[in-house]
């Protein structure tokens, strides 16, 4: 595998995360696949190249320099999002991406909506970040109030091969609907947006976590609404796959919008079985070192719902052993 790191110093960890003791090593680079550039993924990503990189010359941790792994530069790259992800991380186009759980666990498995595809059997789990929800959005006086409001309206479902594209599908599958009862359009981050803006669209799907970059801009200047996603069909929903739940986007999570009930699923950053596990290791201690609790809680409003408590939350696909033995030395795996 690309990109494998070689040290003639090992970290120690410790309660607060990995001290840098290494001296001279050959630079490291390592990609994050994301998301689009108005979503959630890419600014939470771009937190967390930040936090696990330590480029040669970084001042130490501790001294106002980074707390990251020693020769390594990650960067956050931007993509069609989480089946993009995977299968850039399987055809080892990348190092490591974010995805949703739900759609993860079935690339692993090869079932739901991967059924009949060979399955990812070497994607492995760093961590769980946070929730995401699943965002129907339209605007006032549109005439859409439920999911099955949307049959015959013009909706965008995002590209395929992103995460939102997967479960639009679904929740419309679960109310009775197909992509066949839409026109069906697949736009992206502020091109969506700006569709329904323009009436191009009468609604959108967006699955991330908020507040989302497209979504702030849209209710900063247009009469935005998020429509219900509830009753019997998300009670069939979430009984048949269990990496959904039930939730609530808040009141004012956007400018001047009511909350809406909704589902989520669980968006986790996922690496290849072959990533050398010492660096899968340090990465993982990085990710959790008290410096980069700091970033986290500034970077993003998404942030502070990245803790370590929660980093083994909802996992279905097994652990890269780097992370395990991480989790293994924290206290949280027995």
């Not at 015959?152 to 479960?167: A, F, I, L, M, Q």
């Not at 935005?224 to 979430?238: F, H, N, S, Y």
Request: net charge negative; glycine share 12%.
């Amino acid at each position: 595998m690309l990109n494998k790191i070689r040290s003639v110093a090992l970290g120690a960890l410790l309660a607060t995360g990995l001290a840098s003791v290494g001296t001279a090593q050959e630079l490291t680079f390592f990609t994050i696949g994301t998301g689009g550039t108005s979503f959630t993924y890419y600014p939470v990503g771009g937190v967390i190249a930040n936090a696990i990189s330590k480029p040669p010359g970084s001042r130490e941790c501790g001294e106002g320099g980074s707390c990251g792994v020693d020769g390594l530069i990650a960067s956050a790259v931007s993509s069609r999002g989480s089946v993009d992800n995977i299968n850039a991380i399987m055809s080892g186009l990348r190092n490591s991406g974010f995805a949703q759980s739900d759609v993860a666990y079935w690339a692993y498995t090869g079932t739901g909506t991967q059924e009949g595809q060979p399955a990812a059997t070497d994607l492995r789990t760093i961590a769980a970040l946070f929730e995401e929800h699943i965002h129907l959005v339209t605007l006032e006086g549109s005439g859409i109030d439920s999911v099955a409001d949307l049959a015959g309206k013009r909706v965008s479902v995002d590209e395929p091969g992103s995460g939102t594209y997967v479960d639009a599908q679904l929740i419309l599958g679960a109310f009775g609907l197909s992509l066949d009862d839409i026109t069906e359009e697949n736009l992206k981050g502020s091109d969506a947006t700006d569709a329904l803006r323009n009436g191009q669209v009468d609604a959108l799907f967006i699955v991330a976590g908020y507040p989302t970059g497209a979504l702030v801009e849209l209710a900063s200047a247009a009469d935005m609404r998020l429509v219900p996603i509830e009753g019997e069909g998300v009670d069939a929903l979430t009984s048949e796959f269990g990496f959904f739940s039930s939730s609530e986007v808040p009141a004012d999570a956007y400018e001047g919008v009511p909350s809406a009930a909704t589902v989520a699923v669980g968006a986790q950053w996922y690496t290849n079985a072959s990533e050398d596990e010492e660096l899968i290791y340090r990465i993982t201690a990085a990710l959790w070192n008290n410096e980069t609790r700091t970033l986290l809680d500034v970077g993003h409003a998404k942030g502070s719902a990245i803790t370590l408590e929660t980093a083994l939350a909802g996992v279905g696909v097994p652990l890269h052993p780097g992370a395990e033995r991480f989790y293994r030395e924290a206290g949280l795996l027995e």
